[in-house]
């Protein structure tokens, strides 16, 4: 093939821009929980666009001989910074107000990432795009603005570079396919990595690049224009409509969107704006649909920051008002943008020299820059807030010398003592073993250690249950990791081991995948973890050992230390109030069906039970978020350390079984 790409029919285009209106709306309805459960793929359109774009201009200045990375530069500077600056701005004011220290100091993260273009990199490392905790990340949403950029910075070099090659089309080509097959690969092996970062995302651009390097050279008849046009709507509309987020993603399933994109922008490859257009890109070019493409950018930027701030004030979920309200505030504060900032700086009257473009970028990153490190520097900067409000929404899980221990335990062959600094205290033969929610109680066992001036062994891991025989994809790569734990425990002569777990979260749950038994892949997560709870108990039982399970505590429906210091903060911490919030002990009951009828059998096989229930709950019938001006949770499932001791009535007992009569008491 030739690599001759002079593209003479590239213009503007209506229909792109109605194309991006496609893209940004399902985003905005995505995140306000308005009807598009899968509109989160509208992102990898924009992808595909984006790549469309940049390159059909590259090509286009290579022909002419006017390529610049300077000047390339400077326009996307022109192009992203401006409105970009203005929103991060107002970000940063309203966190100020806003965000309590817990969530303001990574924020000040958040802000340095962002500026430095590496977010994506960032929140890769942090919980994850669909988890809970991403509501309260203002700036979130830059993660795919970190793409482009890097990408902005690598292909146009390497396009140029292998324009003089003859072998462009086949090398992007290349890298696209290769880009799309780690793809998937990585959505099952690692999920984070593979939403967040360029490698896996890189061939949702090319394929925008592809389609510039071959549009010219392909003329399709005028019906297969139209079916191509019809295809690529259906195929962007359907996982709009029809995937969560619990869909695997992006991997094979952000082929369908991105070949929409794809097909819709090349059903109109002569990029005519009139009647002679295929049936798609006419409805496209309708002016309310460019309306809202051109804004896209804007309306992207600023709808996350308002949603995020919406639900963080908040004492209660949202509204459909309330939801509605920052939908339309989002489309008006879009629009001003796009108007007053976005369009002005893109003009040719107001381009001033690169020199003052590149030092503006400059002086708008350093400032950025240094007010990250200031807010996380000052801890969240506390003194905003009262001490009452402060003592709800600040609050302590664990040490931090206590991270994830199996994987410690597997490496050393031997299990690790909970008071890791009073080694000198006897050590009683007793486990604490579990996923996250173990380690949430590690305040409450070094409490009763220091009492009975004893010691503990402790072995946990998030997201991985002690459940022998069963697998939790992918939290559980290695199917011998519970299983050494119990070699260890025979070892190490145990005598008792306390199983905590948040238990409801390992069967299937809302169409996630629950645990599998690799020897019979056909039964379903609950029949796996009945199997494997039950095979735990009795393996541990012939091994002599004495097994004590606590039934999970409530999760709550909210995030307890955000909204009880909303609740104080705004005047809603009466009496009459705060006990009549949160999960209902019936609905805490109802969540728990399943896993209750496997544990509720487990005295039968020599287990006893702990039910922390009765301690968390009120006379209102409602399970408890505070106690004595504190959250007694640091999200919505784990205890905070105020919590992990509020059960100490529930455990103490056992110390008087655990610790030996000789073992003196006295500090």
Not at 66 to 77: C, D, H, P, T
Not at 197 to 217: D, H, K, Q, V
Not at 396 to 417: A, F, G, V, Y
Request: charged share 15%; with cysteine; glycine share 6%.
């Amino acid at each position: 093939m030739s690599d001759s790409y002079s593209n003479p029919k590239f213009r503007y285009r209506l229909d792109i821009d109605g194309l991006r209106a496609l893209a940004v709306l399902p985003v905005l309805l995505f995140h306000l929980d308005l009807g598009c459960p899968g509109g989160y793929v509208g992102v990898d359109v924009f992808f595909v666009i984006s790549g469309f774009l940049i390159t059909s201009i590259i090509l286009k200045e290579a022909e002419d001989g006017s390529f610049s990375m300077l000047k390339f530069w400077e326009r996307r500077i022109r192009r992203i910074v401006p409105a970009l600056a203005v929103v991060v701005l107002f970000t940063i004011a309203v966190a100020a107000c806003v965000l309590y220290p817990p969530q303001f100091r990574p924020f000040g993260k958040e802000l340095v990432a962002q500026s430095t273009m590496v977010s994506n990199f960032y929140f890769w490392l942090q919980d994850g795009y669909f988890a809970p905790l991403s509501e309260h990340q203002p700036l979130l949403h830059t993660w795919s603005l970190a793409v482009e950029e890097q990408f902005y910075f690598i292909f146009p070099l390497l396009l140029i570079f292998l324009l003089k090659t003859k072998k462009s089309f086949s090398v992007i080509l290349i890298i696209a396919v290769g880009s799309l097959l780690w793809s998937i690969h990585g959505v099952n092996a690692y999920p984070a990595a593979t939403f967040y970062l360029l490698p896996a995302r890189a061939w949702e651009l090319l394929l925008g690049s592809i389609l510039a390097m071959s549009i010219t050279r392909v003329t399709l008849p005028r019906g297969l224009r139209e079916i191509s046009g019809i295809l690529g709507l259906l195929l962007i509309l359907f996982p709009v409509f029809f995937y969560t987020s619990n869909t695997p993603f992006p991997g094979l399933a952000a082929l369908p969107p991105c070949l929409g994109a794809f097909l819709i922008i090349a059903s109109n490859v002569q990029g005519e704006n009139d009647q002679s257009s295929p049936l798609t890109s006419r409805l496209l070019s309708l002016p309310p649909i460019v309306w809202v493409g051109k804004i896209s950018y804007s309306l992207y930027l600023w709808h996350w920051p308002l949603i995020v701030f919406l639900k963080y004030a908040s004492i209660d979920e949202p509204s459909l008002q309330l939801r509605l309200g920052v939908m339309f505030l989002s489309i008006i504060l879009a629009w001003l943008s796009w108007r007053f900032v976005e369009a002005p700086f893109r003009k040719k009257t107001t381009q001033v020299s690169h020199k003052r473009a590149f030092k503006s970028f400059g002086y708008i990153t350093a400032l950025f820059i240094i007010l990250g490190v200031l807010i996380y520097k000052m801890d969240g900067i506390p003194s905003r807030f009262s001490a009452a409000t402060l003592a709800y929404a600040v609050t302590d899980s664990q040490k931090k010398d206590h991270e994830d221990t199996l994987p410690e335990i597997i490496k050393n062959k031997r299990l690790t003592l909970l008071l890791r600094d009073r080694d000198d205290l006897t050590p009683l033969p007793v486990l604490v073993w579990g996923d996250s929610h173990a380690r949430s109680t590690i305040p409450l066992f070094q409490s009763l250690c220091e009492e009975h001036q004893a010691n503990i062994y402790i072995a946990h891991q998030s997201g991985t249950p002690p459940i022998l025989g069963v697998i939790h994809p992918p939290n559980i790569p290695d199917l011998k990791l519970n299983q050494s734990i119990v070699e260890l425990i025979k070892k190490q002569r145990i005598q008792h081991v306390v199983l905590i777990a948040r238990w409801e979260h390992h069967p299937e749950k809302d169409n996630t995948p629950g645990l599998r038994d690799p020897s019979s892949p056909n039964k379903s997560g609950i029949e796996v973890f009945d199997h494997g709870l039950k095979l735990t108990v009795k393996t541990l039982h012939a091994a002599g050992v004495k097994v004590w399970i606590m039934k999970q505590v409530p999760s709550q429906k909210v995030y307890p230390p955000r909204f009880l210091a909303n609740a104080y903060r705004y005047g809603y911490s009466e009496n009459d109030y705060l006990p009549k919030i949160g999960l209902t002990v019936s609905e805490h009951l109802k969540c728990q069906e399943l896993t209750h009828r496997t544990i509720d059998a487990l005295p039968a096989l020599g287990a006893r039970i702990l039910d922390p229930l009765t301690l968390l709950t009120n006379d209102n019938g409602y399970c408890i978020m505070e106690a004595d001006g504190h959250s007694i949770y640091y999200d919505d499932n784990h205890l905070s350390k105020h919590g992990a001791l509020w059960l100490k009535p529930l455990f103490a007992p056992l110390f008087e079984q655990f610790a030996p009569p000789n073992v003196d008491k006295t500090q």
